[in-house]
């Protein structure tokens, strides 16, 4: 199979949309990364999703639709704060977890009661789900454990021959994965950070709290338990007090004749001698290039040699998260 990269028009739309109904999988533009689209009440076209991915059927899929979709046709609203989060963020980069009525296919789900849903803030995406119609389970578009696409190219490389169409709709602003919240008790838990953070739902709800990650908890963000994010090449991440350490390892592996690079935000940057991938100076900056910057440093690199980054913004949380879980902490006993 041959993997095209459409621009969103009328052909593209009508192509993809049947695509998606004969159960078949297209990529799609989000404001977050890329998806990987299939028909979310069809058990073949997930199957297909899973496979694609190679991921693990124990991680359930997120359901994206229109703004206009009614909701409770998939989902029970169980608190009357979760449409206060609707009207606030979404179309967002927000994911909510809620009680499921059965209208997808159990595999989207892995069998949980529960359903995580979506709306998009991408206006090809939303152009795309309104002519489809329908409700679509998208993970990210990337192989499993590999770095989340945020372009068009990044879905091509990782998945040229395994789909026919990816829709091109640019580059993604937001660049990290959705905020995913449980929303079926009394006060909302964040299952996976994002850019919709910890305050602004609380300035909604009033109240929020995290998931543990420990014990009972894990189980209600199966996801979380994977390895994610991986660029193909090696990696080593200091802390931000760490810099002359992170100096002594450039410069060791460039003495053999090997590519260092450093991943590091705008702050660090004139403190570290060497070729350097920025990644900005905000919060919402430095999460909307991690993914970029990432790829583009494993196709340059050996060693991608990162430091972590503390801007103060709450969205440095989910920005960690990410990178923690890309890059190895730095251990003096690895040939590097
Ligand atoms: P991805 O689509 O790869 O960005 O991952 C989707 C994320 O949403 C994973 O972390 C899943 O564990 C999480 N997720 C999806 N459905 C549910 C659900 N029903 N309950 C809890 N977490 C979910
Ligand atoms: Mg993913």
Do not use: W
């Amino acid at each position: 199979m041959n993997t095209k990269i459409l621009k969103i028009n009328d052909n593209s739309l009508k192509l993809s949309k049947n695509l998606i109904l004969n159960e078949e999988l297209v990529a799609i533009p989000t404001e977050t990364v890329y998806g990987l689209g299939g028909l979310a009440t069809s058990d073949l076209a997930v199957k297909k999703i899973f496979e694609a991915k190679g991921r693990p059927n124990d991680n359930p899929l997120i359901v994206h639709v229109h703004k206009d979709y009614d909701l409770t046709k998939l989902v029970h609203v169980d608190f009357s704060y979760v449409y206060d989060l609707i009207n606030a963020y979404m179309p967002g980069p927000l994911t909510l977890v809620m009680r499921h009525k059965g209208f997808v296919s159990r595999s989207v789900t892995c069998g949980l009661d529960t359903l995580a849903v979506r709306i998009p803030d991408h206006e090809g995406c939303q152009q795309f789900l309104r002519y489809v119609d329908v409700p679509i389970a998208a993970p990210s578009a990337n192989v499993s454990k590999h770095t989340s696409p945020v372009t068009a190219e990044h879905v091509y490389n990782d998945l040229n021959g395994k789909i026919e169409v990816i829709l091109d709709g640019g580059k993604c602003s937001g660049g990290i994965e959705s905020t995913v919240l449980d929303v079926t008790k009394p006060v909302p838990v964040i299952l996976r950070s994002g850019l919709v953070t910890a305050e602004m739902i609380k300035r909604v709800v009033g109240a929020c709290e995290y998931v543990q990650n420990t014990g009972s908890e894990v189980v209600r963000s199966p996801g979380m338990k994977y390895v994610h994010y991986t660029p193909k090449c090696k990696t080593a991440l200091f802390e931000r007090n760490e810099l002359p350490l992170a100096q002594e390892l450039y410069d060791k592996i460039l003495s053999k004749g090997k590519v260092p690079v450093f991943l590091c935000d705008d702050k660090v940057s004139h403190k570290l001698c060497g070729e350097k991938l920025l990644l900005g100076i905000s919060g919402e900056e430095i999460a909307s290039n991690l993914y970029d910057k990432l790829l583009e440093g494993e196709k340059i690199a050996d060693v991608l040699i990162a430091i972590k980054i503390d801007t103060g913004s709450e969205v440095d949380i989910g920005v960690m998260n990410r990178l923690s879980k890309a890059c190895k902490p730095f251990n003096e006993n690895e040939d590097y």
